[in-house]
């Protein structure tokens, strides 16, 4: 009798490569023959997600088939190690200065202590479902589809911690996170000027950035009151939600943030971080240093600081960094849940 769980056939972990050559780049697909491809410098990246995103929804299977791959080839993708443990996710790894992407399933604490990665929520690689017109008699009682506005946020911001490069700065990622949930079938996106205002981030500075990182191509204003932009990341579009669904996490974002305002880019966004990663019903909220630090832009030393200003400000009412593992423990302030009481007005739609 054999106890050996069977290997799976394939492994779910793909690799590819954007090569430069006189006349160009080329993605080079390690796992399929026909995955090279000519691309341009402003859709390599996006370019590279979505093929990697499409070996992940062609092999989608049950969690007690998938295994931890970095555990597989001696976990030479991240440098300590506390042992194989937690529920196996699906890893966007970026290495060379984004010259190699791979995708692999791995395990919760491998998955932790890779550099310049971020865990793939698996609602991000849901088939794309054509949004259908609502029936006319149900428009008014539509009800959201999937994972609730929290969980959106938490892996939105998942996401962009990969997608993004390292040095992008707080306040882009504020503003990349806004355009991801508010952008159109189009991937175009236009905020108004009076929620950057509400944000204190009506300044060119983080568009640019995001343009040079070749994330979004800033459109020309149709109106004096509103920044447009094209979102270049093509894997943004695979999402399933619909968009009155990630309209509502947006605002969610917003209201969660609303706070830390008055601090600057960096507290907003760790306190958006922080907000997604609390548990509703306890108000407490744990992660790992690194991994926040990621989605923040920023260093694991510079968390503790913020952490400090947030609790001055009385938006955690406890914090603590745990010495042994790393992770950072909280308790979010008990007079109101989750920000959702200070709600800044709505802002009209973007459209
Ligand atoms: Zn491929
Ligand atoms: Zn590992
Ligand atoms: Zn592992």
Not at 82 to 99: D, K, N, Q, V
Not at 123 to 137: F, G, N, S, W
């Amino acid at each position: 009798m054999r106890l050996r769980t069977p290997c799976p056939a394939t492994p779910r972990s793909w690799t590819v490569e954007l090569r430069s050559h006189p006349s160009g780049l080329t993605l080079v697909c390690r796992q399929c023959p026909h995955g090279n491809g000519q691309v341009t410098a402003a859709s390599a990246r996006s370019a590279a997600l979505a093929h990697l995103a499409r070996h992940a929804r062609n092999d989608l299977r049950p969690p007690h088939l998938r295994i931890c791959h970095c555990h597989e080839r001696g976990c030479r993708w991240h440098p300590r190690h506390r042992g194989c443990t937690g529920p196996i996710r699906l890893l966007l790894a970026c290495e060379r200065g984004g010259r190699l992407w791979r995708l692999t399933d791995a395990c919760s604490s491998c998955a932790a202590a890779t550099a310049q990665a971020a865990v793939v929520p698996d609602t991000m690689l849901a088939r794309t479902i054509p949004e259908k017109p609502p029936a006319p008699h149900r428009r008014s009682a539509r009800q959201p589809k999937g994972p609730g506005e929290q969980t959106r946020v938490r892996d939105m911001l998942s996401y962009l911690a990969a997608a993004l490069p390292a040095n992008t700065s707080a306040a882009a990622r504020l503003i990349a996170l806004q355009c991801a949930l508010r952008m159109n079938r189009s991937r175009q996106v236009q905020l108004p000027k009076g929620l950057l205002r509400s944000m204190r981030l009506d300044t060119h500075r983080p568009w640019h950035e995001l343009q040079q990182a070749r994330w979004l191509h800033l459109l020309p204003e149709r109106t004096a009151n509103e920044a447009a932009a094209e979102l270049l990341d093509v894997t943004l579009l695979e999402q399933a939600p619909a968009r009155p669904d990630r309209r509502c996490a947006a605002q969610w974002a917003l209201r969660a943030s609303s706070r830390a305002r008055a601090n600057g880019a960096l507290p907003q966004l760790a306190s958006l971080y922080l907000a997604a990663h609390t548990s509703a019903e306890e108000g407490t909220g744990h992660s790992e240093a690194d991994t926040m630090a990621r989605a923040c832009g920023t260093d694991p030393a510079t968390l503790p600081h913020v952490l400090m200003s947030l609790a001055a400000t009385g938006l955690l009412r406890s914090w603590r960094a745990c010495q042994d593992s790393g992770d950072l423990h909280w308790t979010w302030r008990d007079d109101d849940e989750l920000g959702m009481r200070t709600a800044p007005p709505e802002p009209p739609p973007g459209n």
